[in-house]
């Protein structure tokens, strides 16, 4: 069965009487390559013993190649009206366990600790994801700590263009400097809207997330490196000690940016990371 036939995606979806529902983000993939391109790059670095979490088979066309590649594939799909056409589409995938689940609502550690660690297997992330909750399910892979390898994504262009801005971009943000302190995202390719039934609004591209073994920068309290980042873009328009003031006392804030070496009128953007964990502890000492 090729699953990125469009008479195909029809015929079996009209036998189990199921439509695309947009409320969860359904565009389904129609392009035969891209699958096994997304597969390739998530696999591909792993090293032997490889288990992939995908976030939203959907019909399974994705699923499918993650099958060929890895020893096993867990997929979680929210809307249960796809599981009988996935019983279908991957009856010929014995490594492959779908679980009719809501990925933010799911413990990921315990779920990835019971279908691939105690196996012995390596874990990584695939998919191809829902633009409607893109940022919530990356900032929770990443924010959970979970025993991942790497996250390759599906994301919308112009939310992967935030998400490997560097630092001085009009793109780079918060969620930019927060995701660099979890791992390295890279861009892989793009992904042209007309890849997808029913097609998007936007072109996509697929980024992959290779999570840092220990944190590339070290800080007193981790949580003061966050409430810096989010304070430097809290007001973009205005200067970072300016800008800061939403979550710091402003007496403190001149006196620590000075000391971290920055200049009075430096604005969020241009900080790297490393800046803003030498002024997070600045702040909280
Ligand atoms: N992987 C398929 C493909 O590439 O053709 C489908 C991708 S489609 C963009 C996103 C999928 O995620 C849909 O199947 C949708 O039902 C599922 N989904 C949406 N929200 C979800 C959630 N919170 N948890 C799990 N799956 C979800």
């Not at 090293?47 to 590649?69: C, D, N, Y």
């Not at 867990?74 to 009988?84: C, N, R």
């Not at 809290?234 to 979550?247: D, H, I, V, Y």
């Amino acid at each position: 069965m090729k699953l990125t036939d469009l008479s195909t995606i029809r015929e079996v979806m009209t036998r189990h009487g199921v439509s695309f529902q947009k409320k969860f983000g359904q565009n389904f993939l129609i392009s035969p390559q891209v699958p096994v391109n997304i597969a390739e790059a998530a696999v591909g670095l792993m090293p032997e013993r490889r288990g992939i979490l995908e976030i939203g088979p959907g019909i399974g066309t994705l699923t499918r190649e993650l099958s060929e590649r890895a020893d096993k594939v867990v997929a979680l799909e929210i809307d249960s009206s796809l599981i009988p056409v996935l019983d279908e589409t991957l009856a010929d995938c014995p490594n492959t366990k779908v679980l009719n689940q809501d990925v933010l609502k799911t413990d990921l550690c315990e779920l990835i600790d019971r279908e691939f660690i105690s196996e012995g297997l390596h874990a990584a992330v695939a998919a191809n994801l829902p633009y409607y909750i893109t940022t919530p399910i990356i900032m929770k892979l990443v924010e959970s700590r979970l025993p991942l390898e790497s996250i390759t994504v599906m994301i919308q262009k112009e939310v992967a263009a935030r998400l490997v801005a560097p630092a001085g971009d009009p793109e780079y943000g918060a969620i930019t400097a927060s995701l660099a302190y979890y791992g390295r995202v890279e861009r892989l390719f793009n992904v042209p809207a007309g890849c997808f039934i029913p097609a998007p609004k936007v072109d996509s591209t697929v980024i992959r997330i290779v999570l840092h073994k220990n944190p590339p920068v070290d800080v007193k309290n981790e949580q003061t490196l966050f409430r810096v980042i989010r304070g430097a873009f809290a007001q973009r328009r205005k200067t970072l000690a300016n800008s800061l003031r939403t979550e710091f006392p402003k007496e403190i804030i001149p006196a620590a940016i000075a000391a971290a070496g920055l200049s009075a009128d430096i604005r969020g953007e241009k900080l790297s990371l490393e800046d803003f964990a030498r002024l997070a502890d600045l702040l909280e000492d």
